[in-house]
């Protein structure tokens, strides 16, 4: 899964556009109250009361052997609170992976600030539903899922039909699902053949997610699912992309708490934040 440069964070610079556009003048009143970078997840919450997570990419953050390396990764430490959002935003994409996630934190915050406030145009948010639990799979579908998502990945096994689990790290993976794994190299020639494709919405931050939906072919179903893609879903359905299954944060200093105790989405879910689901709506013709 190269990256390639023509696309290199393309969803996540046009949500940015989206929403600067949106949100107008409101957006450069909010600041960020709290940040917080946990085990598995870091996130934030913003002046308005809204939060927002993403996926905390220990792994690809080598400085974190030690303190003086740590330190020139997050040189702002304990001077961001009160920061500007927008601020956030413009550091996303500098190529720090800490900046990025809690950019991706604010996005997704912001996001749910807007759909506080505005009408959903193009889609629908169901809340309370786990997407990965309403999947349709035809015994002849060919899936692929990208990324070691473990709950969906026991649903295959049961279901005693081949697919294939792209993943970066095969250490994720069990001894009995190894048989399934298909390494990053493959994925020009595994993907294109997929009816299903259920992509862990980390993928924004390694930046894999736009070279992935290049190869999908025409009429797949598409998944990208994860509290990582709780944001506006324009970007991603003009990509091929059927359904988002992110998290809406309800209580956003319970689920800080919570991360910050090094919690994951099995301590949060249903306790300040509850998982939904975001469908492109088709358009009608109007009588």
């Not at 794994?181 to 993928?203: C, M, N, R, S, Y």
Request: charged share 25%.
């Amino acid at each position: 899964m190269e990256k390639n440069e023509a696309v290199q964070d393309a969803i996540l610079r046009e949500t940015t556009h989206r929403l600067r556009s949106l949100l107008g003048a409101e957006m450069e009143e909010i600041t960020v109250e709290r940040v917080v970078l946990g085990l598995f997840f870091s996130g934030v919450k913003l002046s308005n009361g809204h939060g927002g997570i993403c996926f905390t990419p220990i792994k690809s953050i080598p400085e974190a052997v030690c303190c003086p390396s740590s330190a020139k990764v997050m040189p702002d430490s304990g001077r961001m609170k009160g920061e500007k959002v927008t601020s956030f935003l413009d550091n996303m994409l500098a190529g720090n992976p800490l900046r990025k996630t809690i950019g991706i934190a604010a996005l997704n915050a912001l996001s749910s600030a807007y759909w506080a406030g505005k009408p959903q145009v193009g889609y629908r948010i169901r809340t309370d539903v786990d997407v990965l639990d309403n999947i349709d799979l035809p015994d002849e579908a060919n899936v692929a899922v990208v990324g070691a998502l473990i709950p969906f990945v026991k649903v295959l096994k049961k279901r005693g039909r081949p697919f294939s689990i792209l993943e970066l790290d095969p250490r994720t993976l069990k001894e009995d699902e190894m048989p399934f794994f298909v390494p990053p190299e493959k994925a020009a020639e595994k993907i294109p053949q997929a009816d299903l494709l259920v992509i862990t919405g980390t993928t924004l931050i390694n930046d894999t997610l736009a070279g992935i939906l290049q190869l999908k072919k025409p009429g797949a179903r598409v998944i990208v699912v994860g509290p990582t893609a709780s944001m506006l879903p324009d970007a991603f359905f003009e990509r091929g992309v059927t359904v988002l299954g992110g998290i809406t944060v309800t209580d956003p200093d319970r689920v800080l708490d919570v991360i910050a105790e090094g919690g994951s989405g099995y301590h949060f879910f249903g306790k300040g934040a509850e998982r939904t689901a975001i469908e492109a709506v088709p358009a009608t013709c109007c009588e």
